[in-house]
T-cell receptor, first 111, second 114 residues
Framework: GESVGLHLPTLSVQEGDNSIINCAYS??????FIWYKQESGKGPQFIID?????DKRQGQRVTVLLNKTVKHLSLQIAATQPGDSAVYFC??????????FGTGTRLQVFP | DTGVSQDPRHKITKRGQNVTFRCDPI?????LYWYRQTLGQGPEFLTY????????KSRLLSDRFSAERPKGSFSTLEIQRTEQGDSAMYLC????????????FGQGTRLTVV
């Protein structure tokens, strides 16, 4: 099938370890952020979101951290599993709800 | 299946031909978005609709591209006189309303122009 992100930065982690994926966003006025997971041949899948009035939000095995001072977003995945292998994108939006995507990161999980 | 549906999944066309893609959003979602994605890149915004109104178009959307959402439900994206540079994955997404709600994506239409 189609491979997404052939030339993307890659993070390789061992199964069971924690993963941290980073993203620098572009617009200091952005007020809403989303992390998406994209598997080969599929559309992006929502993982977790965060508003600009928060600096941390937790989901099931995932945590998003927002540092507005340096326009940085991170996604932490606890106890990474083989099924987490995919390309991860952060997206930002301001007011109009048009999502602007960042450069993705490929996560590879090995046994 | 109540997710965003796109048709076709794959399209191969000769340069210069016209193609049309369809997107069926999640029922009752007011907003519908079109994005384009090439290998190694994140999705790039093309245009979006609030109900039947097209609210914004990207500079990426040349005059060969046109999108419609005539009844505020499904949408079509047409590319006229296709060029090899149009080869990409075309993604559709929908969201319930304006604001801090996530957009749900379809599986995309993979266009190859030969």
């Amino acid at each position: 099938g189609e491979s997404v992100g052939l030339h993307l930065p890659t993070l390789s982690v061992q199964e069971g370890d924690n993963s941290i994926i980073n993203c620098a966003y572009s617009n200091s006025a952005s007020d809403y952020f989303i992390w998406y997971k994209q598997e080969s041949g599929k559309g992006p899948q929502f993982i977790i979101d965060i508003r600009s009035n928060m600096d941390k939000r937790q989901g099931q095995r995932v945590t998003v951290l927002l540092n507005k001072t340096v326009k940085h977003l991170s996604l932490q995945i606890a106890a990474t599993q083989p099924g987490d292998s995919a390309v991860y994108f952060c997206a930002e939006t301001y007011n109009t709800d048009k999502l602007i995507f960042g450069t993705g990161t490929r996560l590879q999980v090995f046994p | 299946d109540t997710g965003v549906s796109q048709d076709p999944r794959h399209k191969i066309t000769k340069r210069g031909q016209n193609v049309t893609f369809r997107c069926d959003p999640i029922s009752e979602h007011n907003r519908l978005y079109w994005y384009r994605q090439t290998l190694g890149q994140g999705p790039e915004f093309l245009t979006y609709f609030q109900n039947e109104a097209q609210l914004e178009k990207s500079r990426l959307l040349s005059d060969r591209f046109s999108a419609e959402r005539p009844k505020g439900s499904f949408s079509t994206l047409e590319i006229q006189r296709t060029e090899q540079g149009d080869s990409a994955m075309y993604l559709c997404a929908s969201s319930p309303r304006q604001g801090e709600t996530e957009a749900f994506f379809g599986q995309g239409t993979r266009l190859t122009v030969v």
